[in-house]
């Protein structure tokens, strides 16, 4: 191989090389990114049972129920609709009815929405900023409330 | 003394303008007086930040709830250790520890550069003054932390509980010490592009800084990551937080630099790619700040929102980087390219450690950024977690960790591939049997288990076997052999010390998420549970009140094979009564390398206790293995040729410019 050849060798395999990965990202963007939504978005959206989403709201009030176990379930809900939810594990700190949580999971055949992990707003300022935002579009929470 | 500090800062920030002005139209004149004025003004700059950190820091030991940030982020019940770390335990004291390592660099260069050429010396100055500068102003502009209150409230209101832990003292000067020591390599490289001149002693100079910034990152996201694992009671010790991978860019990039620097000292190749890394990293730093300091996330990071602070700092962003890649673009061409060499070669295997890590830090790049475009672009809110990097991030890092152990055996300019794995088959070999006792043995390993182990063991001896080779093992008397070993340069130890880090910390990796057990169950006092061959006995639950809190603690008792108690563990519900928030006190016993951990739930009403227990093998050698890392640095950084002033004593001698335009 001349020295012309082996330079452009070396540029086409760091290209194949970029290319590749490139491709990779957007493949994993496209089916590893899970959504999120508020239970209303969910009378609109299609989500399949087993679907990884994300899904946020507050917790509804009355609504937590301590199963056998460590199981719990309870209601996420954005005031016009609300979604059962069962979680296996140690709620977060700040999990409380009527706080703002975001659960990851995704829905069993029977409806129900399975989580693996819940999260709680982080400190006692805000809401998470997802449902925040989701709240304040469909108009039942203000900015002034958080201060 | 909070109205001096006040004071002090905003005199820092004029000095940090003179720093800018005065030193870059010296070297454009190249008057030497004006030149000379940069050393001086950067250490006044630095005395002054630090006085000034030092009066807010005593304002938050003496609770001076008259000023702002302390009433918002201190309590006067809290420990002495608590209410000093809470300095920076919020946004505008954090902002002013950033500055304060920021010109504590500049100093150190002003303090040590006095054997750079001139020139060189005044641009950095004051490209590090101009950051300076944009900082200073963003912090007396949107972040002051001495504003008053008037009246002042009689009582504070308290630090995040999440903060109030030993961690705080460590994780966030570690982690800035990394983040704005890679300041340093970006104010070498804008005003080596300045200059339109760069040479081999420029990498001389650059790769020390790039080993300190980089072993002070190392030790922060280390700590970082232990301080979440034990803090946030979840277990985990990675969650590919954006937080997080705002810090393991920089990283990643800065892992490149120092890799492509030592092409570039040694061989003076890859020249105008070294500059464009060193500029990326410090950006990528810089980005970083912007995504945790703006708002933009919602994180323990995120202290608190405010717009005009997020447009600032995208502004000053825009800036830097803008300007910095501007200037390359302009200047890049005039910079004469290096060597050249064999593919197969030491250059070539740094070339390709480069092409992954930077193609790495791409995707982490992408998994940050898409879901915050895509939100602003279409409102669509997208996670992107773990799922994404495994499918991305591992992929490259595979063939690289695969190929670690090869490149400190090729030679320079053209290496033997067969030789070097010639040398290597005794870590193959090693690297084999651990995969095959793994895959065979243990029961419950996957393959994916077998091949990650079999790869942190590779890494481990290939590693060693670097050292054995250079020492001569077996091909020279035990003497010589000996007398080659202490004499190899510091800086093979810590390549060899590095390499072995990252083995130490992949084998806790792989070991962890492998063959670490979990268990979520209920417990009333008296019951016991098995987990991996422990046994834990739940003692119960006792009241107790510590100096701002009050907690409920969960005793249980590790029960020996003679079945009695041979260790005790505990964690904790902590309720911090001022910003009414609990928090989790995980428990945790080392046994060897691995960890019992226990974290408590909430109290069911017929007295039962949700418990969720983990049992975590070799999880310690995932921050051990970042420890190994640092001291792998700090073996480098001693090494003779990187010692300050040592290369330059040769260099006077020969003044003449290696490279000129």
Redesign the interface.
């Known amino acids: 191989m001349t020295r012309k050849q082996?330079r452009l060798s070396?540029i086409a395999g760091?290209l194949t090389?970029?290319g590749a990965?490139t491709g990779?990202?957007f493949?994993?963007?496209g089916?590893?990114?899970?959504?999120?939504y508020m239970p209303a978005d969910l009378t609109t959206a299609s989500v399949q049972p087993g679907q990884?989403i994300?899904l946020g709201g507050l917790v509804e009030k009355g609504t937590i129920q301590?199963g056998q176990?460590?199981t719990v379930g309870f209601s996420v809900t954005d005031t016009h609709k609300s979604v059962k939810v069962t979680y296996?594990?140690?709620?977060p700190?700040?999990f409380r009815e009527e706080q703002g949580v975001i659960t990851?999971g995704s829905f069993g055949p029977d409806g129900v929405f399975v989580a693996d992990s819940v999260l709680a707003?982080?400190?006692?300022?805000?809401m998470?900023?997802?449902v925040a935002?989701g709240l304040k579009a469909k108009g039942v929470w203000q900015e002034s409330k958080s201060e | 003394m909070v109205e001096t500090g006040h004071f002090a800062l905003v005199l820092a920030f004029a000095l940090s303008l003179v720093q800018t002005i005065v030193p870059l139209f010296g070297a454009r004149l190249n008057n030497q007086r004006l030149m000379a004025v940069g050393g001086p003004v950067a250490v006044t700059g630095f005395a002054l930040t630090a006085l000034s950190f030092v009066a807010l820091a005593s304002a938050y030991a003496n609770s001076d709830f008259s000023v702002a940030s302390v009433w918002e982020n201190s309590h006067s019940l809290q420990p002495m250790i608590y209410k000093i770390t809470g300095t920076w335990g919020n946004h505008e004291g954090s902002m002013l520890l950033w500055v304060l390592i920021l010109t504590f660099f500049g100093a150190l260069v002003a303090a040590f550069g006095s054997n750079l050429p001139a020139t060189l010396r005044a641009n950095v100055l004051a490209v590090q003054g101009a950051i300076g500068a944009a900082f200073f102003l963003f912090i007396l502009a949107t972040s002051n932390p001495f504003i008053r209150l008037n009246p002042a409230p009689i009582e504070g209101r308290d630090l995040?509980p999440?903060l109030q832990d030993l961690g705080l003292a460590i994780h966030p000067p570690l982690l800035y010490l990394g983040y704005v020591g890679f300041s340093i390599c970006f104010s070498f490289s804008v005003a080596a592009l300045i200059e339109g001149r760069i040479d081999a002693s420029w990498a001389r100079w650059v790769r020390p800084w790039t080993l300190v910034a980089w072993m002070f990152l190392t030790g922060g996201i280390a700590m970082g990551s232990y301080w979440a694992y034990y803090e946030l009671?979840w277990g985990g010790f990675w969650f590919w937080d954006p937080v997080e991978n705002a810090s393991f860019m920089p990283w990643l990039a800065g892992t490149a630099l120092l890799h492509s620097a030592i092409v570039m000292e040694k061989r003076s190749a890859l020249k105008i790619w070294t500059l464009l890394l060193a500029i990326l990293t410090f950006s990528l730093s810089l980005l970083g700040t912007f995504l945790v300091r703006s708002g933009v996330?919602?994180?323990?990071h995120a202290f608190?929102?405010d717009p005009a602070r997020g447009v600032f700092i995208l502004c000053i962003l825009t800036l830097f980087i803008g300007g910095s890649l501007a200037l390359f673009a302009l200047r890049a061409s005039r910079l004469t390219a290096g060597g050249l060499f064999h593919?197969i070669s030491r250059e070539g295997a740094l070339v390709l450690n480069n092409?992954f890590l930077t193609?790495a830090t791409?995707?982490v790049l992408?998994?940050t950024l898409?879901?915050l475009a895509l939100e602003a672009l279409t409102g669509?809110?997208?996670?992107?977690?773990a799922?994404?990097f495994?499918?991305?991030f591992g992929?490259?890092m595979l063939p690289l960790l695969v190929l670690v152990p090869f490149g400190p055996l090729l030679a320079w300019k053209r290496g033997d591939i067969i030789a070097a794995s010639q040398r290597l088959m005794a870590a193959f070999a090693t690297a084999l049997a651990a995969m095959l006792v793994t895959g065979l043995f243990i029961d419950g390993a996957s393959v994916f288990a077998a091949l990650g182990i079999g790869l942190a063991v590779w890494l481990v001896a290939g590693a060693l076997t670097d050292l054995a080779v250079k020492s001569g093992v077996g091909s020279v008397a035990p003497a010589v052999m000996f007398r080659r070993f202490a004499g190899l340069p510091r800086s093979v130890f810590g390549t060899a010390l590095a390499h072995l880090g990252l083995g130490l910390t992949l084998l806790g990796i792989v070991a962890t998420l492998s063959f670490g057990t979990e268990k979520?169950?209920?417990m009333r006092a008296g019951e016991t549970v098995e987990l991996s061959g422990h046994t834990l006995r739940f003692v119960g639950l006792y009241p107790a009140q510590g100096p701002n809190y009050s907690e409920d603690r969960g005793r249980f008792e590790l029960i020996g094979i003679s079945g009695s108690p041979v260790g005790e563990i505990s964690s904790a519900?902590r309720f911090y009564p001022v910003?009414?928030?609990?928090?989790?006190e995980s428990g945790i016993k080392t046994l060897g390398l691995s960890q019992l951990y226990i974290?408590?739930?909430?109290e069911?009403?017929d007295g039962s206790v949700?418990v969720?227990l983990w049992w975590k093998p070799l999880v310690t050698l995932i921050w051990g293995g970042g420890l190994v890392m640092m001291a792998g640095a700090a073996m480098s950084l001693m090494d003779r040729r990187l010692r300050v002033g040592a290369p330059s004593r040769r260099r006077k001698q020969a003044e003449a410019p290696a490279v000129l335009p």
């Not at chain 1, 296996?88 to 709620?91: E, V």
């Not at chain 1, 707003?121 to 805000?126: I, S, V």
């Not at chain 2, 996330?297 to 323990?300: E, G, K, N, Q």
């Not at chain 2, 669509?380 to 977690?385: E, Q």
Request: proline residues 6%; charged residues 25%.
């Open positions: 082996k070396v760091g090389f970029l990965a990779l990202t493949y994993a963007l089916q590893k990114a899970s959504y999120f990884r994300r301590r176990g460590a296996t594990g140690i709620l700190d700040l990851e707003k982080h400190d006692e300022r805000y998470p900023k997802e935002d | 995040n999440v009671g996330l919602t994180s323990v608190a929102t593919p092409l193609t791409a995707t992408v998994g898409y879901p669509d809110k997208i996670s992107v977690g799922p994404f495994d499918l991305t992929p490259l979520i169950l209920t519900k910003r009414q928030t609990t928090t989790t974290s408590l739930g909430d069911a009403k949700v969720r």
